[in-house]
């Protein structure tokens, strides 16, 4: 039987904040219980008739398809709305094409640039609004992450999360508040120039000391990743930021990902996982045809057998679809 936090119902979620440790944790649960639903051949209909506008400022392969999937399997459905499709911030305000989308649909899913934007449609559009990714968060990304770290070590408290790369991005800003949240240690392992807000690893410490976590920032990613149970990288030059390909490669080449990363951690032997978010730039191809290619995490890593990018790729479907479940589906029909 699905269980899920009624007090979630008609809920927005901007930022990983935005739930309780409790509330995160429960949505985790609540997407493994539907991955078995599904894996189990079952397509419900807690979603029926539930009408989802997908908001892409930005390109996307697995937030776009895993947020229409989602809702299509518990019988609802989504419309993509580029900025080619609709006025947003352009001809019309974002307060305005708000309270036109929510008087037509039942949640929005917006994925884009400005954290300001995905609040503006949360405040006036007057129906849920998720966050798909923004340029200071991804929480619905994390919840994905943390869902795959669970799979695989059976908990999440009490484990070790290195990051290394680029440690003031949208994936590093949310996994730093998921895992304090969810009681897992984490490194960011970054240089200085590429650190996080002060501000927001202040909120991090604060999450992790209430769970029995801690929260750690370090220049040196030999050091850093001791003892890690997950490695996790991302890009090193994100959607918009181009112009800035030469100084973070030169700067983050010392984070690589690669073999000799991956024996400093000392558990390559004993149950250490690779997490990426994708795309990755793994190999000669993808780095030579991406106009913002950088070699982040070398082939040999990312398509070891401890390489669970795949897996944590789908689980963004699975994260997705309870987020949808515990927002909109109709609990007193359940």
């Not at 209909?45 to 229409?68: M, P």
Request: charged share 25%; hydrophobic share 40%; net charge negative.
């Amino acid at each position: 039987m699905l269980k899920w936090n009624p007090e979630l119902y008609g809920r927005s979620l901007l930022r990983l904040a935005d739930l309780t440790d409790e509330e995160m944790l429960n949505l985790i649960e609540l997407a493994v219980a539907l991955k078995a639903r599904r894996c189990a051949g079952v397509r419900g209909d807690l979603l029926k008739r539930r009408q989802v506008a997908l908001i892409f400022e930005k390109s996307s392969t697995r937030t776009r398809n895993a947020a229409s999937v989602a809702i299509r399997d518990e019988g609802g459905s989504a419309e993509y709305l580029t900025k080619n499709d609709i006025h947003l911030g352009a001809k019309e305000s974002v307060k305005d094409t708000a309270r036109v989308l929510g008087r037509m649909f039942d949640g929005i899913l917006f994925r884009g640039f400005a954290q300001k934007t995905v609040e503006t449609l949360a405040k006036y559009s007057g129906v849920p609004v998720w966050n798909g990714l923004t340029d200071d968060y991804h929480p619905t990304q994390i919840l994905a992450d943390l869902m795959t770290i669970q799979e695989n070590f059976g908990r999440l408290k009490g484990l070790r999360v290195a990051y290394v790369g680029d440690g003031r991005n949208n994936v590093a800003n949310s996994l730093m508040l998921g895992c304090a949240k969810a009681g897992v240690h984490y490194v960011n392992c970054t240089p200085s120039e590429l650190m996080p807000d002060p501000l927001l690893v202040n909120e991090a410490c604060a999450s992790a000391a209430r769970n029995g976590a801690t929260v750690t920032i370090c220049n040196d990613p030999t050091k850093g990743v001791a003892g890690a149970n997950v490695l996790y990288t991302d890009v090193w030059v994100s959607m918009g930021e181009e112009s800035q390909k030469e100084t973070r490669m030169r700067l983050l080449q010392p984070y690589q990902v690669n073999a000799n990363l991956v024996k400093a951690t000392g558990n390559a032997e004993s149950g250490l996982i690779f997490l990426h978010c994708l795309p990755a730039f793994h190999d000669h191809e993808t780095v030579v045809t991406a106009e913002c290619g950088a070699l982040e995490v070398t082939d040999e890593v990312f398509e070891a057998p401890f390489s669970k990018v795949f897996e944590e790729a789908e689980n963004r479907m699975h994260t997705i679809k309870a987020l949808y479940v515990s927002t909109l589906a109709d609990h007193s029909a359940m």
